[in-house]
């Protein structure tokens, strides 16, 4: 690592951020579940399978279009756990208050947790308050925990995606960084972009009852382009994507132009990919667009013979080029 | 169906593209010798890496990327007067600032990234009224902006330092190292360091500079020229313009963006930049001075000039060892004939800026693993 202090880019979910995850997480707790490093850990009990998993939300600013830190500390955490084929069971809250943070904000925080936990159909059964000194957090941090129960013939997996699979796209991309950024700076963009926070464990568990499906991909931080390169690395297989396949708004595509900013990078808290044979991919693409959350869902891509665990991306005009691993945050350009 | 010039679909239609792309190939086959088309706007070389369009054009047309990038042509010695402004900040003094420049390695490769981990106050904004808000609310504080760019981003900064006159800010100030294209062009052809055969011309600074300023172009050197837009058809067809009067042997200038060029350019922008700045010899990364190819504060409006406000001298600092940024910047190498590059120089830890900024022709290659 060239840098001897953590960056902001260490925690924006593209190649840094693997770089942290490797020199220092797995470097000292490495064991063979946690290796597989996917959305949830799978912990196997022979007559029941589990999958577990944590995250930690810091988003600024707390309430934006769409959503708000509660909404996206559930959906999120339900999320990691559904993508793995896990039924979410029951999630922890652990919150970090700042000193001198409105109480009604945080009561607002609650009642938008609640009401997604409710749709979700998941309980919140344990948690835990701190409140640290003013000025030593951004208003409010949460972690949430989950854990969810997977049935024992589900086995969801990026390590069995096979040549002729396909990527289907559960949605539109990039809402939730634009709207976050636009809401963050007062951008003044218009076009009513609403982050697509959501829970998606409904969604998923409509095809995954008929179908099988080789891996699922919550698409968060680092975007699609993040998750198709970890999924070819885990796979060894390359991908190709096509530029026109992908679904994105024209608000979204326009805000993306004018800041300078691919919506391929950015960031969705309401979108998952999916790897799956043709035959089923069809059927799976049928049974999205009849849900509230993949109305626009698409098939987008396919995984190619080639043994080189690349991504590609077929523009418009017909030319190819590599898709590479994000860098890290997008920053908006000069001109 | 009718076509819908202002929809981006039109500008990515593949028939289109394969239709101009077939006369490409029939006019690089009547040339037949080896055409370099030198894109001079960061914009373009992010745009062609993005669609794949070197990939896709014969093999004797090639794009090579000029000094377009507005942070990637500041000069290492004003990149170093930039991030010392970070050590009188903290308590006294906030840098303001577009994302691009945040990364941008010193000669000693700290960056105002780096800067701000060890405590500066840096703030990145969309806008350079964003800086003005920033100073109004902070009256004790002074607040910088790092103003860095090209005839599209300095007229934003002209009327920003307006505006600040107007409404009685006077704790707010701007490093004042804007660029002018024509200049630059100039200095290429003059210099002959490059072979360049073609210009494509940056959009958007045209849009505010109009045509006129290209005319020495074909008078004087001779050399063909068409400005474009950012879409792949645009691009495209802009290779195609510029093929056809080499095959042709009539150099001009044409127009392929006049949806958004007019021959007058932008007669406000103009009109403000003419209030605020004077023409200086600007410094030019790995280049040095070029006559009168600079903006920078003049008159009463150069009390807002940072560099002066806090009295930080021109400094003279060597490119970083190794370092190709500044063959890149001229077209002489591409990005993946410098040593460091995708090895010690990534977009996370970059030794120069065309690693950095979103605009730089080594960021492209990387990003979009070029090889051609």
């Given at each position: 690592m060239l840098y001897d202090k953590i960056l902001l880019a260490c925690g924006s979910g593209g190649r840094l951020t693997s770089e942290i995850i490797k020199e220092v997480f797995l470097k000292n707790f490495s064991n063979k579940i946690l290796k597989?490093?996917?959305d949830s850990a799978v912990l196997d009990f022979g007559s029941t399978k589990l999958a577990f998993t944590t995250d930690s939300y810091v988003v600024n600013p707390l309430f934006f279009p769409g959503g708000d830190i509660g909404k996206i500390a559930v959906c999120g955490t339900v999320n990691d756990l559904s993508v793995k084929g896990a039924r979410p069971y029951a999630i922890s809250c652990a919150f970090i208050i700042e000193e001198g943070f409105p109480l009604t904000d945080l009561k607002k925080i609650v009642v938008s947790m609640k009401k997604a936990a409710n749709e979700a159909g998941v309980l919140i059964v344990t948690g835990d308050t701190k409140v640290v000194e003013?000025?030593?957090?951004?208003?409010v941090f949460i972690n949430t925990s989950g854990v969810g129960i997977i049935e024992k013939k589900v086995e969801i997996s990026q390590s069995k995606i096979r040549p002729g699979d396909v990527v289907i796209l559960s949605g539109e991309l990039a809402a939730h960084g634009v709207s976050v950024l636009n809401a963050r700076n007062n951008?003044?963009?218009?076009?009513d972009i609403k982050s697509d926070c959501a829970p998606l464990n409904g969604l998923i568990s409509q095809f995954l009852k008929k179908y099988e499906v080789k891996s699922i991909r919550d698409i968060t931080r680092g975007g699609l382009g993040m998750i198709l390169n970890e999924a070819a690395s885990a796979c060894k297989f390359s991908i190709e994507i096509e530029e026109d396949l992908l679904p994105i708004s024209d608000p979204v595509k326009n805000a993306c132009l004018m800041l300078g900013i691919d919506p391929i990078y950015a960031a969705n808290e309401g979108k998952i990919a999916v790897f799956a044979s043709e035959k089923n991919a069809q059927e799976i693409l049928k049974l999205m667009k009849n849900h509230r959350y993949g109305k626009r869902a698409a098939i987008v891509g396919r995984v190619l013979?080639?043994?080189?665990?690349k991504v590609y991306l077929k523009t418009s005009i017909g030319a190819r080029r590599i898709l590479t691993m994000p860098e890290g945050e997008q920053l908006p350009r000069i001109c | 169906m009718k076509n819908n010039y202002f929809s981006e679909k039109y500008w990515k239609d593949p028939t289109i593209a394969n239709k101009i792309l077939r006369e490409i190939f029939l006019l690089s086959k009547k040339i037949k010798k080896s055409i370099n088309i030198m894109e001079v706007c960061g914009t373009h070389t992010m745009a062609i890496a993005a669609s794949g369009i070197r990939d896709i054009l014969p093999n004797n047309v090639n794009l090579i990327s000029g000094p377009g990038c507005p942070v990637c042509v500041t000069s290492a010695g004003d990149i170093d007067r930039i991030i010392s402004l970070s050590d009188i900040s903290g308590d006294k003094l906030i840098i303001t600032t577009f994302g691009d420049m945040l990364k941008v390695p010193g000669s000693g490769r700290k960056s105002l990234s780096e800067a701000k981990v060890n405590g500066a106050d840096v703030r990145v904004v969309y806008s350079p009224m964003d800086a003005v808000k920033i100073a109004r609310d902070n009256p004790s504080k002074e607040v910088v902006f790092v103003g860095v760019g090209f005839e599209t981003t300095a007229p934003l900064i002209a009327l920003t330092v307006m505006e600040s006159v107007n409404i009685n800010i006077n704790n707010f100030s701007v490093t004042p190292l804007f660029k002018l294209v024509p200049p630059a062009l100039r200095f290429l052809l003059d210099s002959k360091i490059a072979k360049i055969d073609a210009f494509l011309l940056p959009g958007h600074v045209s849009a505010v500079i109009g045509y006129e300023p290209y005319d020495f172009l074909v008078k004087e050197y001779n050399m063909p020229g068409t400005i474009a837009g950012f879409e792949p058809l645009d691009i495209l067809r802009g290779v195609e313009l510029l093929l056809r009067q080499i095959e042709s042997g009539r150099p001009g200038l044409d127009v392929e963006y006049s949806r958004a060029v007019k021959k007058e350019g932008n007669k406000v922008a103009l009109s403000v930049m003419k209030k605020v700045y004077g023409t200086y010899d600007a410094q030019w990364r790995a280049i040095g001075p070029i006559k009168n190819s600079g903006y920078t504060l003049s008159g009463t409006y150069e009390k807002y000039d940072a560099f002066k406000k806090f009295a930080i001298k021109e400094r003279k600092v060597e490119e970083p060892?190794?370092?190709?940024c500044g063959k890149v910047l001229l077209g002489l190498v591409k990005p993946n004939a410098c040593h460091h590059f995708a090895k010690g120089c990534t977009p996370q830890t970059p030794i120069g800026p065309c690693m950095v900024s979103s605009e730089g022709a080594c960021a492209a290659w990387y990003k979009y693993g070029l090889k051609r």
């Open positions: 597989e490093l996917e003013r000025g030593k957090a951004d208003g951008l003044g963009i218009n076009g013979s080639e043994k080189k665990s | 060892a190794g370092c190709l």
